[in-house]
Structure formats: structure tokens, C-alpha cells
């Protein structure tokens, strides 16, 4: 699978951006098993406020992981243990938060994650990430909007969901 892994892109970036939202990030060693993966390693887990990864965990799959953390309200985000959960338009909202975090990544960028997006399979209406970013995310966009996730111009405030 040709997709953009940690090792791929700027540590420091990721590190920067875990940290913005109070995420502690977990570099294991390579061939670690991941704890709170939900699909299993390379992809990223989730445990509490840990986001696990590994130097080949893809960096759609660790944006992922991360924003739904962001998305969650605290209630969930205390008990969080590898299942997210969540609903239809939280899961949109992180998906759609996810491609805007990419710009705060150097090396992946927001046409990148989309096509990474595609590349594991993440499915759309419309066929595509950018087809559904561009022209059927409205939803997602407003229950980030709603949340106090991202500003007006969409660009990310950088605090969890209450």
C-alpha cells in the first residue's frame, strides 16, 4: 500500500500537533504490537489520551485516530479505550478535520491525505475524499463549525470538543 508513514514525514510536525491537543503521542520500536489499535498494527491505537504508533503506522491512520479524539466529548474521551465510536457526523467531521490537519504536516498536505484516504479505502458517496471534501462535506464542515473544532475560514482552534 503506497501511503505516507511516520517515518515519511516532519516527527517534529506530529509531535507539535499531538501536543496542541493534549494528545501524548507513543512512538514504539518497529514490529510493536499497538495497543488500542482498532484495525491492528501498522494502524495508530488509542488509549486514553496515548496515541500509539509505530515508524511504519501511516499518517492518514494517526490523523484519523487523532481527531477522533479531538471529536469527542470528554465523557467518551475519559472511558476511551481502541473503539472511538461516535456518529455519523462526528465520524464525517473527523474525516474532514483530519484533511485539514494534514496542512500542519510537512510532507503530506491535504491532496496527499486525500489520496492516501482513497489508497486504504476509506469510502465516499461520491467515489473519492476529494470529490466528498469538495463538494458533499457541508455536513462535516458545520458539525466541526457546531463544535468549535475549526473557525470560519476552516482553519483548526486547536482545543477538544467539550
Known amino acids: 500500500m503506497d501511503v505516507l508513514r ?13 501536543q496542541r491537543y493534549t494528545i501524548d ?4 520500536e518497529p514490529g510493536a504490537e499497538i495497543p488500542g489499535s ?3 498494527p501498522p494502524e495508530a491505537g488509542l488509549v ?17 485516530e487523532g481527531c477522533h479524539f479531538i471529536c469527542m466529548d470528554q465523557e467518551r ?3 476511551l479505550h481502541t473503539d472511538a465510536g461516535g ?7 473527523v474525516c474532514y478535520l483530519q484533511i485539514l490537519l494534514a496542512e500542519h504536516i510537512g ?17 465516499f458517496r461520491l467515489g473519492s475524499a476529494q470529490t466528498w471534501f469538495e463538494g458533499d462535506a457541508e455536513d462535516a464542515r458545520e458539525w466541526l463549525l457546531v463544535h468549535g473544532l475549526i473557525d470560519p475560514a476552516e482553519e483548526p482552534v486547536w482545543r477538544l470538543r467539550v
Not at 25 to 28: C, F, G, H
Open 6 to 18: 511516520y517515518t515519511d514525514c516532519n516527527p517534529a510536525d506530529i509531535a507539535t500537533l499531538c
Open 87 to 93: 456518529e455519523y457526523l462526528e465520524e464525517n467531521g
Open 38 to 40: 482498532y484495525f491492528g
Open 77 to 79: 474521551r475519559s472511558a
Open 107 to 123: 510532507g503530506m498536505g491535504r491532496d496527499r491525505m486525500m489520496r492516501d484516504m482513497d489508497t486504504w479505502g476509506y469510502t
Open 48 to 64: 486514553g489520551h496515548s496515541l500509539y504508533i509505530r515508524p511504519d503506522t501511516p499518517i492518514h491512520s494517526l490523523l484519523h
Open 25 to 28: 503521542l507513543v512512538v514504539l
